[in-house]
């Protein structure tokens, strides 16, 4: 029992440091951008997977963590990853996607541009979390789960 409550303090840990973290991290680079005139992709980028897909990921790690648990062979829920991990990283990723292939000006453009970063960081974190849940122990047949 106490481990649980020390596992999902944890978590909670974590996730408060992500949080925190990323909205410095946002500060940071809007200062770089207004001093300097220049955005940094890479880094706007790199921040985004690791905080928010970080983020999902720890949303689904306690998955992660019950699978771990069980006897069997890791397989992953490839139609879960391809129905909704898919459209996550596109959708996550629009904005980009619109500018690198000079998407012309139409409804779908225009919504993509509208109002992006919270859709975006929606389907960032979702995209984390299909990753973390997306993988599984399958046991074999005429095997039962031992939790140690």
Not at 107 to 122: H, N, P
Not at 132 to 140: G, I, R, V
Request: with cysteine; net charge positive.
């Amino acid at each position: 029992m106490k481990k649980k409550w020390l596992r999902y303090i944890i978590i909670i840990l974590f996730m408060c440091c992500f949080i925190f973290s990323g909205k410095a991290s946002l500060d940071g680079a809007q200062d770089y951008m207004k001093y300097t005139l220049r955005m940094p992709f890479i880094w706007l980028i790199t921040n985004s997977i690791v905080l928010y897909i970080g983020f999902g990921f720890l949303l689904g790690l306690n998955h992660l963590l019950k699978e771990k648990i069980r006897e069997g062979k890791w397989r992953v829920n490839l139609s879960k990853i391809i129905i909704m991990g898919i459209p996550s990283l596109i959708l996550s990723y629009a904005i980009y996607i619109v500018y690198l292939l000079h998407i012309p000006p139409s409804r779908i453009r225009d919504f993509l541009l509208t109002g992006t970063s919270t859709y975006m960081i929606l389907f960032k974190v979702l995209l984390g979390y299909v990753v973390a849940t997306s993988f599984y122990k399958e046991s074999s047949a005429g095997e039962t789960d031992v939790k140690k």
